[in-house]
Every structure is written in structure tokens, then in C-alpha cells.
């Protein structure tokens, strides 16, 4: 089943030389970090054009200024087991069930930071090689980006390494 997995330019030739999408925490808890299972974060649609919140890194310097980083730059396109991707929301009542109030209540923190429904958001409990890649590409929105909550920037304002679009081709991968 096809399924998006994003990454920020900083990120996406790590990704390519070491042949693997590596896991990462998965947020199980809003104080203890890696309390649950590390995941890969995927969307089971493709983000189009606007970005949302969960996908904008902010950095903040003294002299006040800010710089908004893309965390959707590239898109990678993977080929994955139905049986072992789940739906976020699940994922998380799954490791909640002695207080499920408590998953509710972080899933609803997580989508108002984040911008988008958890029912959107899936993950997967293990790396994925590449030879579950089907496409990478750089998303074709550099020139002007309107974020989720309509504001629209200039490359001056995203930490970009490369205005124009491009591929990447993965090593050998599974087609169909």
C-alpha cells in the first residue's frame, strides 16, 4: 500500500546514503520521550500544497528574529505492508488503554500543534530500506509557500539548500 513519508532537505541525503528511512520518537507521552516504540511518520495522502503546522520547524534567535524551516521539502513515496502501518490515533489508543481519556487528550494537542486530524497521520514500527521506496522527489513549491494557516512566505524566510525541483533516484527499488 502506498503511503508518504516527508523529510527536510537537511535530512534527505542522510537518508539516501545510508539506503533506510530511520525511526523517530512517536510521542506517546507529552513528558517522557521515547516512551513507546520509535516510529516512521507517514501520511497515506500526498500533502499538496499547503504545509502543515506539524511540518514547519520554527527557530527563534535572541535578536528576535525567526526562521521557519520546511520539514516537507522532499517527498518520499514507499511501497509498505498494510498489516504493519497503522492509523496514528490507533497507534496511540493502543498504548493508552489503561487511560484512553489521556490518548484523546494528547492526540487533540497533537492536531491542534500540528495543524491536520490524527486519522490522517500513520505510522510504521520498523525503518523502511529502500527497497520499499517507489519515488523521491523535492515537492515543486519553493518560490512562495502559503502554510496552513494562510500565510504565505519567500525562500529568504525557509532554510532551502536548492530552489529547483528535483529527483532523486533511490538505489533499486520494488515497483507494483
Given at each position: 500500500?502506498?503511503?508518504?513519508?516527508?523529510?527536510?532537505?537537511?535530512?534527505?541525503?542522510?537518508?539516501?546514503?545510508?539506503?533506510?528511512?530511520?525511526t523517530t520518537e512517536s510521542n506517546l507521552h507529552?513528558?517522557?520521550?521515547?516512551?513507546?516504540?520509535?516510529?516512521?511518520?507517514?501520511?497515506?495522502?500526498?500533502?499538496?500544497?499547503?504545509?502543515?503546522?506539524?511540518?514547519?520547524?520554527?527557530?527563534?534567535?535572541?535578536?528576535?528574529?525567526?526562521?521557519?524551516?520546511?520539514?516537507?521539502?522532499?517527498?518520499?513515496?514507499?511501497?509498505?505492508?498494510?498489516?504493519?502501518?497503522?492509523?496514528?490515533?490507533?497507534?496511540?489508543?493502543?498504548?493508552?488503554?489503561?487511560?484512553?481519556?489521556?490518548?484523546?487528550?494528547?492526540?487533540?494537542?497533537?492536531e491542534l500543534a500540528g495543524g491536520s486530524k490524527?486519522?490522517?497521520?500513520?505510522?510504521?514500527?520498523?525503518?523502511?530500506?529502500?527497497?520499499?521506496?517507489?519515488?523521491?522527489?523535492?515537492?515543486?513549491?519553493?518560490?512562495?509557500?502559503?502554510?496552513?494557516?494562510?500565510?504565505?512566505?519567500?525562500?529568504?524566510?525557509?532554510?532551502?539548500?536548492?530552489?529547483?525541483?528535483?529527483?532523486?533516484?533511490?538505489?533499486?527499488?520494488?515497483?507494483?
Amino acid at each position: 500500500m502506498i503511503f508518504y513519508h516527508y523529510t527536510p532537505s537537511n535530512h534527505i541525503h542522510e537518508i539516501r546514503d545510508a539506503g533506510v528511512i530511520n525511526t523517530t520518537e512517536s510521542n506517546l507521552h507529552h513528558e517522557i520521550v521515547h516512551y513507546g516504540p520509535d516510529v516512521v511518520w507517514l501520511f497515506k495522502e500526498p500533502l499538496g500544497d499547503k504545509i502543515p503546522k506539524m511540518m514547519k520547524a520554527t527557530r527563534r534567535f535572541k535578536d528576535g528574529s525567526v526562521i521557519v524551516v520546511d520539514k516537507s521539502q522532499w517527498e518520499i513515496t514507499v511501497d509498505l505492508p498494510p498489516e504493519e502501518v497503522i492509523r496514528a490515533d490507533k497507534f496511540f489508543k493502543r498504548f493508552h488503554t489503561d487511560d484512553p481519556s489521556y490518548a484523546d487528550l494528547l492526540l487533540n494537542a497533537l492536531e491542534l500543534a500540528g495543524g491536520s486530524k490524527a486519522k490522517t497521520w500513520y505510522v510504521i514500527q520498523r525503518s523502511i530500506p529502500s527497497e520499499e521506496w517507489v519515488f523521491t522527489r523535492e515537492r515543486p513549491h519553493q518560490n512562495r509557500i502559503t502554510m496552513n494557516d494562510g500565510v504565505t512566505v519567500s525562500p529568504r524566510e525557509i532554510i532551502v539548500e536548492q530552489t529547483t525541483p528535483r529527483t532523486i533516484n533511490p538505489p533499486p527499488c520494488k515497483l507494483g
